[in-house]
């Protein structure tokens, strides 16, 4: 698809529209963008290449814009395979091509390709590549979501080329909004290395930053402050509503109704946001994104084989893995004899940080009855006040 960013810099990525899965776990219903650009000036720059899914439509791309011209440069941003894959089809394409990349990515390289260490020109922090009227001035970013990522900022047309950063799922041309997708995006891939978003947060700060160029979802122009200022919410693990996400596992039925009855009850007593997911049947990718949207986290399970049901172990697994953290959380268990649920929950969420538990846990045995209701009215109350 044609995509306009200047007379200069042009775009050569590709939407690989039929994909089912990204990274071999995360629902893509409107496909991925694997975003790659050149710089068109004295010398030519090639921004990273692209997915082996897309490799004939990036390369047609690609010898479509050069036009005939040999490329300088090819810098890479991020080794991960889906923007280096083309990386050796390139350089036996170009064999006087340089490889421009972070020190660490070169250490990385063989890992991923057959490359010339000679032809590989490592850049430090600050240090710069002269195109012509274009310069390059490259910007480390370590775990943002890899070790060896580095950042491209071109000074003149003010392009942030960001790598994985401020990326989002589906396709370029998906009919979707840009939040939703980049938020699961953002806490299911990036979302444990906050301390590292927010070191180049700080670095952004200090650029003039017109564009954004990044190698996944759409190019950023006029949203960039709403953008930033999410990026900066999600990497601080603050909530980014004030509301309440309600996780339940329900083997049969009875906790379901119970979540449900809690949903009613909440939003009767006035709380501003009431989100809920079956971790049995939901994404759990859109689990983990609401349960760092929210300011309030309840988990509702039964007791399962003297521990908790294993869709809720498994959501708390991934919530652990991303750093979840400084949040409110509430507990519901079912249990038909020896209640484990709760205390199994409990202990998981005791090893996060700055979690705080939100009145006392509701024990249900078996079905909902008059008593429960009157439980979950109670815990209702506390967490619509806390």
Known sequence: MKVEISDAVKYIGANAYDLDLFEGQYVVPNGMAYNSYVILDEKIAVMDTADKIVSDAWLENLKECLDGRQPDYLVVQHLEPDHSANIGALTELYPDMKIVCSAKAKAMMPQFCNVDEDKIIPKKEGETLELGSHTLTFVMAPMVH??????????????????????????????????????????????????????????????????ICPLHGPILTDTIPEVLRLYNIWSSYE??????????????????????????????????????????????????????RYSNLLCMAPSYDGGVFAPMADFIHHLKSKAFQNRK??????????????????????????????????????????????????????????
Not at 190 to 209: H, M, P, R
Not at 257 to 278: N, R, S, T
Not at 346 to 355: G, R, S, V
């Open 239 to 292: 909530p980014e509503n004030d509301g309440v996400f309600i996780a339940y596992a329900s083997m049969h039925g009875n906790t379901a109704q119970a979540a449900h009855k809690m949903k009613e009850i909440l939003e009767a007593k006035g709380c501003p946001k009431v989100a809920m997911a079956d971790l049995s049947r939901d994404d759990i990718a859109e689990c983990v994104e609401d349960a760092f």
């Open 329 to 386: 959380i509430s507990l519901v268990e079912n249990a038909s004899w020896a209640p484990s649920a709760a205390r199994t929950m409990k202990a998981e969420f005791e090893q996060m940080k700055n979690i705080t538990f939100v009145g006392d846990t509701v024990t249900i045995k078996t079905t909902v009855k008059g008593t429960d209701i009157e439980q979950l009215e109670k815990l209702a109350g506390e967490i619509v006040n806390s």
């Open 146 to 211: 890899w070790p060896e990522v580095m950042l491209s900022y071109e000074t003149s047309e003010n392009i942030l080329f960001s790598a994985d950063a401020f990326g989002k799922f589906g396709a370029l041309d998906a009919d979707e909004g840009w939040s939703c997708e980049a938020r699961r995006y953002y806490f299911n891939i990036v979302g444990k290395y906050g301390a590292q978003v927010q070191a180049l947060l700080k670095k952004a700060a200090g650029l003039e930053i017109k564009t």
